[in-house]
T-cell receptor, first 115, second 115 residues
């Protein structure tokens, strides 16, 4: 089965510092990987995805993610964090087992950016 | 273009009651999904649909039913509500194309409490 793991429940970073939210994957074949963000009491918003090609993927709100095949990782990064980036972040992988291309999600990482 | 809309936003049910969670998308997407989000657990797939008249079970379908009579609507039915169904429910839609992966767009969610 296709799965992702987010090893950190919470990440704390000071405003202006770089941030990294970690994600590792376990898939057969080439993975289709996604990052979503959820603000309090809101739905999930798409940030970026990796399908193929360049290992560095740029997305919304200044976020980017680096696909690393040897380390089976897809970490989310931002060079300079904002307080408004505080939210719940989900890594996901597209399922290949016939569930209509549904996503398998990690458990989420809460990002707290302090002023 | 409203995207994916869900009603109601909040609901409290008594054990044994039933209700329907509504989901509508105006993007002409073929694929639609229902997920539930439990704290610290990420999102789990309940049911999905690959087009009008076609539905199938996901990872956690017990206690739920769906129908897809139109492209736009994908209601989720809870029969005999149980406390274990207390969760936040998200509807999503996408149009996966042959040979590519499209993005899932999520609604704002329905927060359901069963007492």
């Amino acid at each position: 089965a296709q799965s992702v793991a987010q090893p950190e429940d919470q990440v704390n970073v000071a405003e202006g510092n770089p941030l990294t939210v970690k994600c590792t994957y376990s898939v057969s074949g080439n993975p289709y990987l996604f990052w979503y963000v959820q603000y309090p009491n809101r739905g999930l918003q798409f940030l970026l995805k990796y399908i193929t090609g360049d290992n560095l993927v740029k997305g919304s709100y200044g976020f980017e993610a680096e696909f690393n095949k040897s380390q089976t990782s897809f970490h989310l990064k931002k060079p300079s964090a904002l307080v408004s980036d505080s939210a719940l972040y989900f890594c996901a992988v597209r399922d290949k087992s016939g569930s209509g291309y549904a996503l398998n999600f990690g458990k989420g990482t809460s990002l707290l950016v302090t002023p | 273009n409203a995207g994916v809309t869900q009603t109601p936003k909040f609901r409290i049910l008594k054990i044994g009651q039933s209700m329907t969670l509504q989901c509508t998308q105006d993007m002409n997407h073929n694929y639609m999904y229902w997920y539930r989000q439990d704290p610290g657990m990420g999102l789990k797939l309940i049911y999905y649909s690959v087009g009008a008249g076609i539905t199938d079970k996901g990872e956690v379908p017990n206690g739920y039913n769906v129908s897809r009579s139109t492209t736009e609507d994908f209601p989720l039915r809870l029969e005999l509500a149980a406390p274990s169904q207390t969760s936040v429910y998200f509807c999503a839609s996408a149009t996966p194309l042959a040979g590519s992966t499209d993005t899932q767009y999520f609604g704002p969610g329905t927060r359901l409490t069963v007492l």
